[in-house]
Each structure stands twice: as C-alpha cells, then as structure tokens.
C-alpha cells in the first residue's frame, strides 16, 4: 500500500497486502496434522491458463499446501466429471478447482455442481451460494467456523475496500454506504452483491441493460467495476473521494504489438480525485489467489479427516 505522489488516492497495493495474507495462511497450515490437499482441473492448453495455474500451485507449495494438477482436453467432459466424482470420494483430498472459464463446449455449471458442496473452494457450488445468501450477517459465518467458502474474489474485493475504509476513514464500516457494482456475474457481481448487503451498504447493481450508467456510478461511495470493458470508468463518472475496485482485466496491444494489461477504470485520471484504488494488475488478482489459498485452508480445518 501506498501513496502515489502524482495522484491524491491512496493505491491498494494488493500483492504486498496478499502477502500478509499468505503469511499468516502458511503458519496456520503447518499447524494441522497433514498438509491440506488441493486438486486443479485444466481443461484445454490455454497458455494464459497455464501460466496461471503453475502460479497456483507455485505459492501453494510455498503456503504448505499439497497441490497437483489434473489436464483434460477440450472433448473429454465425461473425463473430466468421473475424475471430479473419484476426487470427491478421495479422503486425502480437501479442495477441488475447476480453472475457469471452460472452453464453450463444456457446460460449466454441470462441472461445477458436480464437485462436492464440501470441497469447493470456489464457492461456487449451489449449495454454498445458498447458504451465503442466507446468512443475515457475516459474522453469523464466521463465528460457526466457516464452515462453508465464500467466492474469493469476493472475499477480496471485501479485504480491499475494508483496508481502504480504515485509512481514508477511519472505521471498517460500509454501515450505510452507496456501494454500486458494475457487472452482475456469478464470479464476482453476484457474490460481491451478497458480501456488500451483509455489510449493510446501500447497494446498486448496474449491468449491460442498465440506462444511464454515469447516473449511478456518479453517487456511489464505494464503485467496483467488474465488467471486462477497458476504460468504462472515466473521472467525470465517479464522486470525489470514493473508494474505486478494478477488478476488470483485458490485455490491449500497444502501438508495438506488445500486451498490457488494462482495468475498467481510467487509474490516471481517477486517481486525482477518488480517496483509494487498485491498480491493474496487483490489485484484486493477488487478494484472488491468496483468498483462494484461505479458502483451502478452511476446508481443511474442518474436515475430519485432518482433525
């Protein structure tokens, strides 16, 4: 985290904050009888996805925790589904990931029912969006053990705003907030929704129907953009002192050909005026990956099998 002397917001910086996270998810995971267990489902070679999944499992092995990866070609979906139901039947498993998105012709959402509620890490499962939505506040999760995984890119936006509040704020309060969110997936939109009204915000979501866009991202305290669409964002859209989470990520070529990575938020001239951002990238995608490492942490503590 830092200040960036060419901008007034206070930039979130999220690998250093990710780190502390991973710091305290590798003491608690050489604390338990046995390494947690993480399998990772690649469907397709993808190199964007590769590169993606060794991270994974690179900081996994770094964290304590065990994790392998399984590799299936885009025609193999029956494959890949017997795998996933001889994972769910593996007492030596704790948490399955499928890596997504999935190539179009697999159908994704029966991939992801067919992972055991119990070891997806994710939260992506029905049932454990279900039971997300009908906590009546968020500690009713936490002070029951977490027994189930709430969406990590969820849980990340969270961790971010809530570290953007104390310093600009000083409280952790979203307590009344005008939080709007732009995008309305089941990744990130729909899950960020439930975490915000837990956090009793005043909530708006906007999407790709929505009328007026600038009307409601201009009130909002609190702005997380979440769809995919570079430089959406502008500083005529947002309030002076707003908190803004990027969590768009598109790769643009330059004038040389060359990728770069891009949010939906115009960060130069935002940062001018709201009080904290992310950057893009080392904003959200790091919280992602260490929430994901927590995640697998929690469902192996309570597992009996590591008890």
Do not use: W
């Amino acid at each position: 985290m830092s200040l960036n002397s060419s901008s007034k917001a206070f930039i979130l910086d999220g690998k250093q904050i990710a780190s502390d996270l991973n710091t305290n998810t590798k003491k608690s995971t050489s604390l338990l009888s046995r390494p947690p267990k993480l399998v990772i489902i690649q469907v397709g070679g993808n190199e964007d996805s590769s590169k993606y999944i060794n991270s994974k499992l690179k900081l996994a092995e770094s964290l304590g925790i065990e994790a392998i990866k399984y590799t299936f070609d885009e025609d193999q979906e029956l494959k890949v589904l017997e795998k996933i139901y001889e994972l769910n039947e593996d007492k030596s498993v704790d948490a399955i990931l499928p890596q997504l998105p999935l190539p179009a012709s697999f159908d994704e959402k029966r991939l992801i029912n067919s992972i055991s509620s119990e070891k997806d890490c994710d939260g992506l499962h029905p049932v454990n969006v279900a039971k997300l939505n009908l906590l009546s506040k968020l500690e009713d999760h936490l002070s029951v053990g977490a027994d189930f995984p709430i969406p990590v890119t969820a849980r990340g936006i969270l961790h971010l705003i809530k570290i953007a509040l104390e310093k600009t704020r000083n409280t952790k309060s979203l307590e009344g907030l005008n939080v709007v969110i732009v995008g309305r997936s089941e990744l990130v939109g729909k899950p960020t929704a439930a975490l915000m009204l837990l956090e009793n915000a005043t909530l708006t979501v906007c999407h790709s129907k929505t009328k007026d866009l600038q009307s409601h991202t201009k009130n909002a305290d609190i702005l997380i953009s979440a769809a995919g669409c570079p430089g959406l964002i502008n500083s005529k859209m947002i309030k002076s002192d707003s908190i803004l989470i990027d969590v768009g990520l598109t790769y643009l070529a330059d004038t040389n050909g060359v990728y770069k990575a891009v949010g939906d938020i115009l960060f130069e001239e935002c940062s001018l005026i709201a009080s904290a951002i992310t950057p893009v990238p080392g904003g959200v995608g790091p919280l992602t990956v260490a929430m994901l490492m927590d995640n697998v942490l929690k469902i192996a503590e309570v597992r009996k099998e590591v008890k």
